[in-house]
Every structure is written in C-alpha cells, then in structure tokens.
C-alpha cells in the first residue's frame, strides 16, 4: 500500500524509499523485467531455481508487479544500514575517538538496532540512522549549508527528522559562532517543512493523520510489571528478548552513568535537547 501511494497517514508521509523504487520500476523496461524475473542459478546438486524464491521470501515481493520495486526497496535499505555505520564511525573520530573504539561502537550500535526496533520496525529506519548519523558529523566538521541536501532528503524519508534539526544546535556551536548556528538550525528547519508540506499536501485524501497518540496504551503498559518479564518477542524472524524489560532498562541505566561524564561537552547538551524531544514523544 505504500508502494501504491494508498497507506495511512503518517507512515505514507514517508516517501523517499518507495519513490525510489517505483522509479526504478518505470524506468526499467519490460523486457527487462521478465528477464530479472525468471532469472534462475544451478545448485552443485544440479536444481534449478528462480533467484527470486531463495532470496526472498514474501508473496508479494514474488509478485511480478511488485518484484522489482521490492528488491530495489531491500537493497537500498541494506545500503543506508551499511552507509550508517561508515557515517557513526566517523562521528565517532570527529570528537577525537581512537579508530578502533569508533569502528567498535559503530559495529555494536548496528548490531543493536533489530533489538531496538522490537514491536515496530519499518524501511526507513535504517536510512533514517544513516541521515542522523551523517548530519550530526557534518554538524561538527562542516558549514550547514553543507547540510540543506541532506536534510531534504532526510525529511523525505522520515517526516520526524525535522524534530531532530534542534539538537544540532550544539553540533554546530563546536566549529561556529552562536548566531551561526541559530541561523542554521532556522535555515534547516525551513528546508525540512517545505518538503514535508508538499508530502502532506500530496497525501492529505488519505486515511489517518499527522500523528498517532498512544498515551494511554503506553501508561497501561508501563504499570503492569509482567511486561519487563516477559520474553522472547520477533522482531524481522528473529527470536529475542523484548527491547523494554528488567535486563535492558537497568544495562541502559548503568551505561549512562557510567559513560555520561566521559562525554564531550557539545555530545552532553546534545543528548539532553533529544531527550527533551525524544521521552515526551516515545510517550
């Protein structure tokens, strides 16, 4: 439905990855489609079987209507996944890490996110990583009008990224003066919403709205214990522990404590202004 430009609001808002593919599904021809289609490979033990079906595993991306757009969807999400550990190492070396610590960090934090993304998990969450990755590093090494194509294409891909342009602000103030940085975040905040108004104007006729509300279902399962106790859940067919439980909360705890003292100045207010966004929201 989303390739079809027919999902609910706000997740059709999310453009950037399904624009794509349904580029690349009317630029190629059908020639060549069919030729992708049935494209086959022999096993040592001399079967024959159509690429298709061992890579993939969902009847609609088998479909030869949605096929191509499907595989351009996958690839280029494994990409960004890729791009975003390349974009966090260098973030990582920007505030004066050693390599092996950043490549380190950057390999656990990827390896992390199918564990972060229990319960919800979608296509433009590991090119929303790369995009928050990669301009908190341009924050720190470049001037922001670097910055104004990237954070179209963020906001393209992930409506909410707009929420993320303030926390730049101190990224920012590490190579620049404060009227500098002020001018920035207001210059990338109005390039985040004209995209993002013209997504909204487009989609306005479909189902749902600019946000979806779950206070309530948050606060139930917040007050019923047995939910930091359970276990495993899947996430993507992987069978793990839930993101939120005992275990977790307390590792998350202990990590902050024990790391927050150690991190730069700029990173603290940093992390201070997304938790101010990012707690209110989360609820």
């Known amino acids: 439905v989303v390739l079809d430009g027919k999902a609910s609001r706000p997740f059709i808002y999310r453009q950037m990855v399904p624009a794509l593919a349904n580029w690349v599904d009317k630029s190629t021809s059908e020639e060549m489609k069919k030729r992708l289609f049935v494209m086959t490979f022999t096993t040592q033990s001399g079967r024959v079987l159509y690429l298709r079906d061992q890579l993939i595993n969902s009847p609609l991306a088998r479909d030869h209507t949605y096929f191509l757009r499907y595989w351009t969807v996958y690839l280029t999400v494994f990409l960004f996944a890729w791009f975003s550990v390349f974009a966090m190492y260098k973030l990582c070396t920007a505030f004066g890490c050693s390599r092996i610590v950043s490549a380190l960090a950057s390999i656990a934090m990827i390896l992390l996110m199918p564990y972060l993304f229990s319960h919800a998990a979608f296509y433009y969450d590991y090119p929303e990583l790369a995009f928050l990755a990669l301009t908190a590093y341009m924050a720190v090494k470049f001037d922001w009008w670097w910055m104004i194509p990237i954070v179209a294409l963020a906001v393209w891909n992930k409506e909410s990224y707009l929420l993320f342009i303030p926390t730049l602000y101190p990224l920012m103030r590490y190579r620049s003066s404060k009227a500098s940085a002020l001018a920035g975040i207001c210059v990338l905040g109005l390039t985040a919403a004209i995209p993002l108004a013209l997504v909204r104007r487009m989609f306005e006729g479909n189902p749902g709205g600019t946000v979806e509300f779950h ?6 399962y917040f007050l019923h214990p047995r939910h930091f106790f359970t276990a495993p859940d899947i996430t993507y067919g992987v069978v793990m ?10 590792l998350i705890v202990w990590t902050v404590w024990l790391g927050w ?7 603290q207010r940093h992390g201070q202004i997304a938790a101010m966004i990012n707690i209110p929201l989360f609820l």
């Open 215 to 220: 206070l309530k279902e948050q606060l139930q």
């Open 241 to 250: 522990l839930k993101s939120l439980n005992a275990f977790s909360v307390m």
């Open 261 to 267: 003292k150690r991190l730069p100045r700029t990173i």
